[in-house]
Nanobody, 117 residues
């Protein structure tokens, strides 16, 4: 059983930065960040697997960086040049092979990110 706990959310002005963290209690192979704004569907933000391979949503490419410290069982999301449309609840997710992030696996409770104009 894997448990995930997010932290690092908060309120910032447009153009600012935040760094989200997600600590996992167990081994993970595939990890990702999702977000959901009120009235909108949950969307994938970024993914990083055990080998370091990454994927980003087009809306955050060049602004967000996902990383992980396997020794500390921690997932990070560095968010720069934040925009009001980035406002959402951010969740970390993890799964083991065969990874199906977004449809199965483990989820954290979420951390709120609010970006004001």
């Amino acid at each position: 059983q894997v448990q995930l706990v997010e932290s690092g959310g908060g309120s910032v002005q447009a153009g600012g930065s935040l760094r989200l963290s997600c600590v996992a209690s167990g081994y993970t192979v595939c990890t990702a960040w999702f977000r959901q704004a009120p009235g909108k569907e949950r969307e994938g933000v970024a993914r990083i697997d055990w080998d370091g391979s990454t994927r980003y949503a087009d809306s955050v490419k060049g602004r967000f960086t996902i990383s992980r410290d396997n020794a500390k069982n921690t997932l990070y999301l560095q968010m720069n040049s934040l925009k009001p449309e980035d406002t959402a609840m951010y969740y970390c997710a993890a799964d083991l092979p065969p990874c199906q992030l977004g449809t199965r696996g483990y989820w954290g409770q979420g951390t709120q990110v609010t970006v004001s104009s």
